[in-house]
């Protein structure tokens, strides 16, 4: 049933480390996002891929590595954590309708992720 | 540049009162969606409502409803009769309407902090 997924829900890690957030959506999106929510709750893009391609990739420090297999999924990786990456991350998506317009972006239930 | 703000950081309200948040956008897109979404303190993204610019009409949904002022560059957002389980974090959003495969983004304002106390 779940439309938007992502893993883990909770990912602590140390300083230093890799790690990876993965989303999946079974809506039949073309299009997926990546947010990031900071610690005062503003939410920010950092990618955007449609149909695998990249489209937007926002100021975000190039530790940070999307990576869309296929249409329904975009991971997350992130090199050599930093205690600043602490957050919680959303994917979303949403779809391309007729005439060019967007539909609403539904987003997955987002990764905590705790840098120590 | 399309931005949105939402003035009120933080509201406290006693249950059953009627609440407003106040959301304004600027945006030079001749047409562009606003959404408000809901974050409860579960933590997940729960999408309220999307209205298209060229739409006026205010719309209500049971408690809820949305007051759209193009002239003002309003989208407010009313909780009647607040319940307990209205208490979460509410965003206003913004993005275009029309996008292809180009840069379809949601602007998002930084929240209203809602605490229904019983």
């Known amino acids: 049933d779940t439309a938007v997924s992502q893993t883990p829900k909770y990912l ?3 300083m230093g480390n890799d790690k990876s957030i993965k989303c999946e959506q079974n809506l039949g999106h073309d299009t997926m996002y990546w947010y990031k929510q900071d610690s005062k709750k503003f939410l920010k893009i950092m990618f955007s891929y449609n149909n695998k391609e990249l489209i937007i990739n926002e100021t975000v420090p190039n530790r940070f590595s999307p990576k869309s297999p ?4 975009l991971n997350l990786h992130i090199n050599s954590l930093e205690l600043g990456d602490s957050a919680v991350y959303f994917c979303a998506s949403s779809q391309l309708l ?3 317009i967007r539909d609403t972006q539904y987003f997955g239930p987002g990764t905590r992720l705790t840098v120590l | 540049a399309q931005k949105v703000t939402q003035a009120q ?8 009162e009627d609440v407003t948040l106040d959301c304004v956008y600027e ?6 969606y606003l959404f408000w979404y809901k974050q409860p303190p579960s933590g997940e993204l729960v999408f309220l409502i999307r209205r298209n610019s ?4 205010n719309e209500i949904s049971g ?9 003002t560059s309003s989208f407010n957002f009313t909780i009647t009769a607040s319940q307990v389980v209205d208490s979460a974090v509410y965003f206003c959003a913004l993005s275009e309407v029309y996008s292809g495969a180009g840069s379809y983004q949601l ?4 929240g209203t902090k809602l605490s229904v106390i019983p």
């Open chain 1, 98 to 100: 007729s005439g060019g």
């Open chain 2, 63 to 71: 408690r809820y409803s949305w007051n759209f002022q193009k002239s």
């Open chain 2, 27 to 32: 945006t030079r897109d001749t047409t562009y």
């Open chain 2, 107 to 110: 602007t998002f304002g930084k």
């Open chain 1, 70 to 73: 296929d249409k329904a999924h």
């Open chain 1, 12 to 14: 602590v890690t140390q």
């Open chain 2, 9 to 16: 950081t933080e509201i406290s309200v006693v249950e059953k």
């Open chain 2, 54 to 57: 060229f739409d006026e009409q």
